[in-house]
């Protein structure tokens, strides 16, 4: 009987202790469930509807350094000899290209609206195929998808 009082009077002085244990025990095994690191992949939920594209945005979609960035890229890029190679007339050609600017910057859909010939159509959609990728088109403040319009003129001279 003595010893029964004995573990008893021990148990007593033991059950917080055995009870804190489980606890520890219990919260540190929900903290492994916790991921330690934020989601890499963006958040789509913040932005207007992916899938929507604008016409006219707040901000529209623009190279990265702006108008001046775009002229050296075409100065650069551009094969302006093309429709001399392929004997087009003399004149100035206008040529232009529709695409759509992702909300985070990637060109996609490029489509020519003019038909001139003479390979000036598929030079100036190769030269924005090959592009960096561009500043989004903004709406409301919030990234969005955008059509943009570019124009790229040829000039041939006569010979």
Same mark, same amino acid.
């Given at each position: 009987?003595?010893?029964?009082?004995?573990?008893?009077?021990?148990?007593?002085?033991?059950? *917080?202790?055995?009870?804190?244990?489980?606890?520890?025990?219990a919260v540190k095994s929900?903290?492994? /469930?916790? $991921?330690?690191?934020? $989601?890499?992949?963006?958040?789509k939920a913040t932005l207007i509807s992916n899938e929507k594209i604008y016409i006219n945005p707040d901000k529209v979609p623009e190279m990265p350094?702006?108008? &001046?960035?775009?002229?050296?890229?075409? /100065?650069? !890029?551009? &094969?302006?000899?093309? *429709?001399?190679?392929? @004997? /087009? *007339?003399?004149?100035?050609?206008?040529?232009?290209?529709? !695409?759509?600017?992702?909300?985070?910057?990637?060109?996609? &859909?490029? @489509? /020519?609206?003019?038909k001139h010939g003479y390979g000036m159509e598929e030079e100036a959609k190769r030269v924005i195929k090959n592009c960096t990728r561009w500043k989004p088109a903004f709406k409301a403040g919030v990234p969005v998808n955008a059509f943009m319009r570019l124009e790229i003129t040829f000039v041939v001279p006569a010979l």
């Open positions: 009987m003595h010893l029964y009082i004995k573990l008893n009077g021990m148990f007593n002085k033991m059950f *917080p202790f055995l009870i804190c244990m489980l606890f520890s025990y929900q903290q492994k /469930a916790i $991921p330690q690191s934020l $989601p890499t992949k963006p958040i350094g702006g108008v &001046d960035a775009w002229k050296k890229y075409l /100065a650069d !890029s551009l &094969d302006t000899n093309v *429709p001399i190679k392929n @004997r /087009a *007339p003399a004149g100035n050609y206008v040529v232009v290209v529709k !695409s759509i600017v992702s909300y985070f910057g990637k060109i996609s &859909d490029i @489509r /020519a609206e003019t």
